[in-house]
């Protein structure tokens, strides 16, 4: 018998909400990944119980109890070596903090580790990077916590640069927007308060620079998931807009009340913090002259498990999930790795956009860089949908690829995963009609890949030359080879036709 992944726990007592995280530890050929097999999570808003004095009142005292115990029962059986528990900002502050810890550990059944703002910022990169992918450059994250809100820039998984303010979500809501009221003044008072916090670091962060701007945890995602949902940001981007947060203010202050605003995608448990947690991002934005920013739920609670695994990820995460979907669903790896090896192939002979200077060169390179990536990970799952069923099995590749828990990818990675997964077989009518843009380069050479690999051997040609013409391709291959292989003639011929129904020109060219 083989025996079974270990599982690993983190609890994070945030002065928002309380969080437990359970997650198998998967070791796999590209490196190893903690994958999430159970979640729990309760509002508490701790720092609501915090007293001018800073004291802990004792309802919300009762309400991390309680909430402790519940967690607790999920973590009987537990070693104590696999469970870390950490605790944040209103615990840092409480007079009284010893007072309730001592209940919580005894409800929890584990000890909970106050940890200093830097740790805590320390942490919460390791969570977030381990969860988006990779960039070139510095990647700045911002977590806007209950009673903190972190900021640091890091390189791969290393933090360089980091800092903990006091200003969160609750403390921020308590104090300029009382009773979920909501006007002109007391926004501009609240985005005031926060700017001045922030310019204290913002000149460093600045110079600092980064290329990938990530929100991390509860409040960047929720006010994602409303700029989305209710259409706010500018062009249907994802994640968080400068534009987008003004619409979603202005909507704000019409309501009068956060508690009578009418959003889809508003859940009520985030109504009581919302002007809070808006006017410090757009603090951010405007501080620190963010234009677009991606978001995760990765943070503090999976830094904490990478941390308790004790080692540090070299690699890219997207590459370790692939892996792990290659093994789940059984794929055929050598195929896999035949469309792969073609479908790249074929992608370095098409031209690439010239660039005006070193740095657009660069730019184009890490483009490149990322096709080939992308056209090898979809070349490694676009069968995983034969698990499912073989008729349509592009399509169950596709949902898989669109609506898994893919550690590592963003949401438009996905997105233009899951189209090379419904496109590199069938009808391209589904895909043209489609609103988003498709990388018909890419999703071209895995057609063409896929269609020569159909044997499932490595007999190819010698040679297969494409190149772009005009709006579409031309694909040369030697009129020897196809003489003895009907079948490629023909579903080479029908591939053109296809193409040509979108308007594409195809060029079938035998030398």
Not at 31 to 39: E, F, H, K, R, S
Not at 59 to 73: A, I, T
Not at 243 to 254: D, F, N, S, Y
Not at 450 to 460: P, S
């Amino acid at each position: 018998m083989s025996t079974p992944s270990p599982l690993l726990a983190a609890v994070d007592l945030g002065s928002n909400s309380f969080r437990l995280i359970i997650g198998r530890v998967e070791e796999t050929s590209a490196g190893t990944q903690i994958y999430q097999v159970d979640a729990l999570r309760e509002p508490v808003r701790l720092a609501a119980g915090l007293n001018a004095e800073k004291y802990l009142d004792h309802p919300s005292q009762q309400r991390g109890w309680d909430v402790l115990k519940r967690f607790g029962e999920r973590l009987r059986g537990f070693h104590p070596d696999k469970v870390r528990a950490v605790a944040t900002n209103t615990l840092r502050v409480a007079k009284n903090a010893e007072d309730f810890l001592g209940e919580a550990q005894h409800a929890l059944g584990f000890p909970i580790e106050v940890i200093a703002g830097r740790e805590e910022a320390r942490l919460i990169y390791a969570g977030a990077a381990h969860s988006v992918p990779t960039c070139q450059g510095n990647r700045l994250v911002v977590d806007i916590g209950g009673g903190s809100t972190e900021f640091i820039i890091g390189q791969d998984y290393e933090p360089l640069i980091m800092e903990s303010l006091y200003i969160g979500c609750v403390s921020h809501s308590r104090q300029f927007f009382p009773s979920g009221n909501v006007d002109e003044y007391a926004m501009k008072q609240a985005e005031l308060a926060a700017r001045r916090e922030i310019q204290i670091i913002s000149a460093t962060y600045r110079d600092a620079a980064w290329s990938q701007a990530i929100g991390s945890s509860g409040t960047a995602r929720a006010l994602a998931e409303l700029l989305e949902a209710n259409g706010f940001n500018d062009g249907g981007v994802h994640g968080l807009t400068r534009g987008g947060l003004e619409r979603l203010k202005r909507a704000l202050i019409k309501a009068e009340n956060a508690n009578r605003l009418k959003l889809a995608g508003l859940k009520q448990d985030r109504i009581p913090v919302l002007p809070g947690g808006l006017s410090i991002m757009l603090s951010v934005f405007n501080e620190l002259e963010v234009d677009h920013m991606e978001t995760t739920d990765a943070a503090l609670r999976l830094g904490v498990m990478y941390d308790l695994l004790g080692r540090t990820q070299h690699q890219d995460m997207r590459a370790v999930t692939v892996e792990q979907f290659v093994r789940r669903y059984g794929v055929d790896r050598a195929q896999a790795e035949r469309v792969g090896r073609l479908a790249i192939r074929l992608y370095r002979q098409l031209p690439v956009e010239a660039a005006e200077d070193d740095v657009a060169a660069q730019v184009l390179d890490e483009g490149r860089e990322e096709g080939e990536a992308l056209l090898n990970w979809a070349s490694s799952l676009h069968e995983m949908g034969l698990s499912i069923s073989h008729s349509a099995y592009h399509k169950h590749s596709a949902y898989i690829g669109s609506n898994a828990d893919m550690p590592g990818f963003s949401r438009p990675d996905q997105a233009r995963l899951a189209e090379l997964l419904l496109g590199h077989v069938g009808k391209l009518g589904k895909l043209a009609s489609q609103v988003q843009q498709v990388d018909w380069q890419l999703l071209f050479c895995l057609r063409l890949a896929v269609l020569f690999c159909r044997r499932r051997t490595d007999a190819l040609p010698d040679s297969i030359d494409v190149q772009r013409l005009g709006d579409g391709f031309v694909v040369s291959v030697p009129r020897a080879w196809i003489d003895v292989n009907p079948l490629t003639d023909y579903s080479l011929q029908r591939e053109a036709q296809e193409w040509e129904k979108i308007g594409m020109r195809y060029k079938v060219v035998y030398a």
